[in-house]
């Protein structure tokens, strides 16, 4: 009778020392979020202010007074409210400039937290003006290499031309008319990925994509000439888009056009179009080479390269995923890879249905 007392007065004492601990983490935990110098505020399920640091309250103009107050009446950035009121936010938050300096640039970013919201907003200013420096960089070198690479075309195409050239130099300009080719290619898919990269906002249009995959797939029949392979193409739905057909036309078409070169003679390859709960996938499928899981995530990276020299023998820039990629995030659309050794791969994209045209068979 005496041992229940105090057992309960241990587990009393234990309890006691649970909580106190767990009132000096979450201390520790407020005063870290404090201190941070990027503002953090939480939001209550009606959009309102519970919490915030002091970087939140210098950056907003806060006052205690303010608590309970929606957050749309301090960050009046249309972006803004487009990203917070979306279905499927970008998991990378959204970039937009300081509302109260215009040479300031901002990232916030939205976490679920519990019933709550987590919202933290970083100042991104100096990342911005780097990233800017680098695509001026390159669109202003590329544009500046066009000039002599089409002097040195031209004078290489009349050169190699002659009949009397001799025979130990007519391999010296093949060589060079094959890599003068490839370095064009690569300033014109710079030159591309510079403009997809730059143009924030591009033309818009109602896109019939059962006409834009019936042209990607004669095109495909074109190039598949050489590499025998059976193509298929499967439209499971009308459906359209709303986008930029042009930056589309390119995305999806070098998506075909890799699995063509990337698959051994006489493979399978299946290009196609269907409608999801979340959306509309674009799709192909082939049974080639397949990729390592290694490498996977890297395959959007430029100038990344699994066989550097099976890329170049196939005539590839190393940047065509890379353009794939910055043009399904204009249409918020992400990349998804599938592949495995020796069996094959899939690349994939599904549209979002707030790009998605419906449309009525016909």
């Given at each position: ?47 309102g202010?519970?919490?915030?640091n ?5 950056l ?72 800017q ?63 997809i ?13 059962t ?5 990607i797939?004669?095109?495909?029949q ?25 930056y ?49 995530e ?57 790009y ?7």
């Amino acid at each position: 009778m005496t041992i229940m007392p105090i057992k309960n007065e241990q587990q009393g004492e234990q309890a006691q020392v649970a909580q106190h601990n767990t009132t000096n983490q979450l201390k520790k935990i407020r005063s870290a979020l404090l201190a941070l110098r990027d503002a953090v505020i939480l939001l209550n399920d009606d959009d309102g202010l519970e919490w915030w640091n002091q970087a939140a309250e210098d950056l907003l103009l806060l006052q205690s007074s303010n608590k309970g107050q929606s957050i749309f009446d301090f960050i009046t950035v249309p972006e803004f409210r487009q990203y917070y009121q979306a279905i499927m936010p970008p998991s990378d938050g959204v970039h937009m400039v300081s509302w109260r300096d215009p040479k300031r640039y901002l990232k916030c970013e939205l976490t679920p937290f519990g019933d709550e919201k987590l919202l933290i907003i970083y100042d991104v200013t100096r990342l911005q003006h780097l990233e800017q420096m680098r695509r001026d960089f390159v669109a202003n070198v590329s544009h500046e290499l066009r000039t002599p690479l089409t002097v040195l075309m031209g004078y290489l195409e009349n050169f190699s031309d002659q009949e009397d050239m001799p025979p130990q130099w007519r391999r010296g300009f093949e060589l060079m008319t094959q890599q003068t080719a490839r370095m064009n290619r690569i300033v014109n898919d710079l030159l591309l990925l510079s403009r997809i990269e730059i143009e924030e906002t591009h033309e818009l249009n109602d896109i019939d994509m059962t006409k834009l995959l019936t042209h990607i797939y004669d095109d495909a029949q074109a190039y598949n000439q050489e590499y025998g392979h059976t193509i298929h193409l499967q439209i499971d739905t009308y459906d359209g888009l709303y986008g930029s057909e042009m930056y589309l036309t390119s995305a999806l078409s070098n998506l075909v056009i890799n699995a063509i070169k990337y698959t051994p003679k006489g493979g399978n390859i299946a290009i196609s179009w269907t409608k999801t709960s979340e959306g509309c996938r674009f799709a192909v499928e082939d049974d080639g080479l397949g990729i390592a899981p290694q490498h996977i995530e890297r395959l959007t990276e430029r100038f990344y390269r699994i066989d550097s020299g099976r890329s170049r023998a196939t005539g590839g820039t190393g940047l065509g995923l890379a353009i794939v990629k910055h043009v399904l995030y204009q249409h918020e659309a992400q990349l998804t890879i599938e592949s495995v050794e020796g069996k094959g791969s899939t690349f994939s994209a599904v549209f979002p249905s707030a790009y998605v045209r419906s449309a009525h068979a016909p």
